[in-house]
Every structure is written in C-alpha cells, then in structure tokens.
C-alpha cells in the first residue's frame, strides 16, 4: 500500500527543504574556499600542505551537521505544519459531523483573521443554504403528497360508492365517471406543474434570443384575452423587449403571471401587462386588482402550495398554490430580478427584469 502524502507531510518537505538546501551549501562554501585558498609555504610544495588534516577534520564535521540540521528541519517543519493545520482540520471534523447529523449547527467564529476565517464563514453561509434547501424539500414533498393523495382518495371513494350501489342508474355511473375524469384532469395539472417547478429550479440548459413582447402576446392569444372580456378591464401594452433565455421556461412563466392575475381577482377589476425596456433590461410587468395581500404575505406567496385563502380566488378552483413558486423558480434560472409590491387598495404588481 503506497504511503499517503498528506498535507502535513507535504508542508513538512517545503519547510524542511529550502532549509537543508541552503544549510547545506552555507557549509560546503567555506569548506570548498578554504580548501582552494591554503597557500603554500617556501619550499613546501602542494603535496606537503596540511589540505588532508583540514579535509579529514572538517568534512566528518560538516557531514554530520547536515544530518543533524536535516534532522530539526524535519522535526520543526513537521511541528509547524501542525501547528498551521489544525484550524484546518478542526474546520474538517466539525463540518463532517455537521453534514452528517445536524445542519442548524454552525462552525461560528474562529477567533481568526485570515483565510481559514473566511473558509469558516463560507461554509457557515453553505450549511444556512442547505438547511433552507433541505427545509424547502420537506415542505414541498410533504405538500406534494397531499395534493396528489387527495384526489386519489375521491376517486377511490366515488368508484366504490358506484360498485356498492347495484340499483345505481346508468346516468349515475356517468356522472360519477365524469368525476373520477374530472379528478383525473386535475391531477394530470398538478404533475404538470410539478413537473415545470422542478426544471425551473434545476436551472436552463439551453439559451436563444427571444422577444418577451411575442411570447407575451403568444400566451395571451392561447387564452384568448384581448381586451373584449366583459367581467376584466385589460390594458395591455407590449413593446420590443429582447431577451436571451430558455423561451419555452419564460413562455411558462408568463402563463402562470396572466393565470395568477386572472384567477386571483375580482368582478369588474382590472388586469394590466405591460413589456418593454427599463434601463436597458427588458421587463414584463403584470398588475391585478383583487383583495389587499400584506406585506408580510408576499414572500409566502412565492412558496410552492401556499395560498392566501380562497376568498382571493373568482373562479372557485383554488388550483395548488404553485403559480408563483414556478415564476420564482424560472426567474431564479435566468438571473432575472422579481419584484412583487401590494397594490393601494388591493392586488398585486409582480415585475420580472430580465438581465
């Protein structure tokens, strides 16, 4: 089995090295000069110099004090190197066992102000992000298995009510097909939408130039909204606004923006979209009016299954509460900055700068 170079091992030999090296040849110099400068006396030729004597006290010495300064480089650079790491691995230990057992533990201040500090407040800003992440993930796959579970009990109970009730007419099994369809329908959205929050958040893989006025307009023709909807007042006003992203992710994006601001109104409200360019970035504004949303709901709103009650919903489906998570998430992929603020008398504004 090959030894482990460890780092301490490493830092040991670039301590210790240079050491020995200039040691070594601070010994062999003067050694070398007084060698080539013994002069020779009158009628002493160079063979009768004492260069053997000197040679043969001197180069035991020398040789013997490399070994020994080799001896304390490595000892030393050994002890210093310790010395130095053992921040480094108290830094290791605690962070493994924080990874492992608890992320609400935090490495805190090390009473140091170098780059093992700094190392140390990274990984604490890290270990906060995981335990969001992590938080976030419970959250969301307990909601999930709600959402999914509840109608799959309802269709569960209206197909055993039809096969106990053996005098059950014809037009009674249809419309309790129509219902188990209908529930169907409803969780096929819920996937879909899953489906669409998870890409968002896993970020964009492809990127094109694309035109935020045309997809804009795109997703209000699909659903039909031209300014003629008696029950709205729209103002729409869609100008250039490039942009470069995934286009199909953005197109998402809108469709939940209009959707939410449909759903989430009142009778006689009104609805505005707008696009064009701010400061040299391109934005889609969205502005409905409906009931007051406070400001402490705001972030709460862009969580996925979260809904401020159903006295905001005009249509009478709830829907799941992921219309905004999946903004938030296409918006975090492109960089784009998303801001919601409660509008005087009740609604929202939501605004999404592209960069």
Excluded: C
């Amino acid at each position: 089995m090959k030894p482990r170079w460890t780092l301490r091992r490493r830092l040991t030999l670039l301590y210790a090295g240079p050491f020995l090296v200039s040691g070594t040849v601070l010994l062999l110099v003067p050694l070398l000069g007084a060698s080539r400068s013994t002069p020779a006396g009158e009628g002493q030729t160079p063979a009768d110099l004492p260069e053997v004597e000197v040679h043969s006290n001197v180069v035991p010495l020398a040789v013997f004090s490399v070994i020994a300064m080799t001896i304390v480089a490595i000892l030393l650079g050994w002890v210093v190197a310790g010395r130095f790491l053992r921040p480094l691995r108290l830094i290791v230990d605690t962070a493994g066992d924080i990874s492992a057992t608890n992320l609400h533990r935090r490495l805190g201040p090390t009473g140091r102000s170098d780059e093992l500090a700094e190392l140390a407040r990274t990984l604490d800003d890290l270990f906060e992000r995981l335990e969001a992440s992590f938080a976030a993930q419970r959250r969301f796959v307990a909601n999930a298995s709600h959402e999914l579970r509840t109608p799959l009990t309802a269709q569960r109970a209206l197909l055993q009510v039809a096969l106990a009730d053996r005098s059950a007419s014809p037009e009674e099994l249809r419309t309790a097909a129509r219902e188990v369809l209908h529930l169907g329908d409803s969780q096929a959205r819920l996937i879909d939408s899953l489906l669409t929050l998870a890409i968002g958040e896993q970020g964009i893989e492809r990127t094109e130039p694309f035109d935020l006025a045309e997809v804009t307009q795109e997703v209000l023709d699909v659903r039909r909204i031209d300014g003629l909807d008696d029950r709205l007042h729209f103002e729409i006003t869609l100008e250039e606004a490039p942009a470069t992203g995934d286009s199909d992710l953005v197109e998402s994006l809108v469709a939940n923006l209009v959707d939410n601001a449909v759903k989430h109104n009142v009778d006689g409200g009104s609805l505005l979209i707008a696009t064009g360019v701010v400061g040299g970035r391109s934005t889609l504004t969205v502005e409905n009016t409906g009931p007051v949303v406070g400001p402490d709901d705001l972030d709460r709103l862009f969580q996925p299954f979260q809904r401020l009650g159903p006295q905001r919903v005009r249509t009478g489906e709830d829907g799941y509460g992921l219309g905004l998570a999946i903004v938030h998430a296409i918006a975090g992929a492109h960089d784009a900055d998303l801001t919601a603020v409660p509008r005087e008398g009740g609604g929202l504004r939501v605004t999404v700068t592209f960069k």
